[in-house]
């Protein structure tokens, strides 16, 4: 499946369920798939503002926002410390995180970075046991994923 709005375009693996394709008043929008299956954990979360904020101030906010969320909370979600990643053509801020969610150890990857005048946020989370099948879904996403003007 493919997707393309307000210039970003990605693909998105089969077996994926698009479970969030919304605007966010005027300025923002949230995306969010998960594959589907049973014991399936993958989940891929894009989210973009339509105005340029500073990337690291953006990832800082995000993992506040995560620890602060009910299903983080117990026993309760680490993080890496911040770093510079390419995802693909894009320089990024990045950290991991690794968690347990609904009895399951996860882990996940964060990206923040500035383009075509906005700033999105990439999210891919795993569990450990389907994570092999997962991380073919992230990379088709990062293959294919572009953002014009």
């Known amino acids: 499946m493919s997707i393309l709005r307000d210039g970003i375009s990605l693909s998105i693996a089969e077996g994926w369920n ?8 005027n300025n923002a929008y949230y995306f ?6 049973k014991k399936a954990t993958g989940l891929i979360t894009i989210t973009w503002i339509n105005k340029v904020e500073d990337p690291e101030k953006t990832m800082l906010l995000i993992q506040k926002t995560m620890k602060n969320a009910n ?34 150890k996860v882990e996940g990857y964060i990206f923040v970075f500035n383009a075509s005048g906005k700033t999105i946020s990439l ?3 795993t569990g450990l046991d389907d ?11 990062k293959q294919t994923f572009n953002c014009r003007d």
């Open 123 to 125: 999210f891919f989370q």
């Open 71 to 104: 299903i983080y909370r117990n026993p309760g979600i680490e993080f890496t410390a911040i770093g510079n990643e390419n995802f693909e053509l894009f320089k990024t801020k990045n950290c991991h995180y690794s968690a347990i969610v609904k009895e399951q």
């Open 131 to 141: 994570k092999k099948i997962n991380f073919k879904a992230f990379e088709l996403l």
């Open 32 to 37: 969010s798939a998960e594959r589907v299956g």
């Open 18 to 25: 698009v479970i969030s394709n919304d605007s966010i008043g």
